[in-house]
C-alpha cells in the first residue's frame, strides 16, 4: 500500500537549519508531483511548499520563500525540504503529500504522511 514516512525533524535554535526526507513507496513516485505542508497546534494545515514530479517546477508559500527549497530524488523515492534561517514560527508538524499537480490546496493530494515535529526555540 502507499506509504510516505518523513523523518528529519527535531529541536533547533532559531537560525538554524533542518532537512526533512519523505520516502515514499507503493505507488510511481516520479509520476506524482510532492507537498509539504504544516500544522501548528490549534492551527488549520498550510502549505510549505510543491514540486512537480519532474523536479522542473517549484513553489513556495510567501512565509517560507528564500529560506526553504524542495527537491527530490525519483531514483531514491524521496522528497526533501531543506529549511534554512529557520524562526520560532516555524514551529509545527511537517507532512508531505502526494498529488497529481504542485498545488497549495490540500484536497488536491491524494496521499498523505504522518508527519514530523519540527520545533524552532528563540
Known amino acids: 500500500q502507499v506509504q510516505l514516512v518523513e523523518s528529519g525533524g527535531g529541536l533547533v535554535q532559531a537560525g538554524g537549519s533542518l532537512r526533512l526526507s519523505c520516502a515514499a513507496s507503493g505507488y510511481t513516485f516520479s509520476s506524482y508531483s510532492m507537498g509539504w505542508f504544516r500544522q501548528a497546534p490549534g492551527k488549520e494545515r498550510d502549505f510549505v511548499a510543491a514540486i512537480s514530479w519532474s523536479g522542473a517546477r517549484t513553489y513556495y508559500a510567501e512565509s517560507v520563500k528564500g529560506r526553504f527549497t524542495v527537491s527530490r530524488d525519483n531514483a531514491k523515492n524521496t522528497v526533501y525540504l531543506q529549511m534554512n534561517s529557520l524562526k520560532p514560527e516555524d514551529t509545527a508538524i511537517y507532512y508531505c503529500?502526494?498529488?497529481?499537480?504542485?498545488?497549495?490546496?490540500?484536497?488536491?493530494?491524494?496521499?498523505w504522511g504522518r508527519g514530523t515535529q519540527v520545533t524552532v526555540s528563540s
Open positions: 503529500a502526494a498529488g497529481r499537480n504542485p498545488v497549495p490546496g490540500r484536497d488536491s493530494y491524494d496521499y
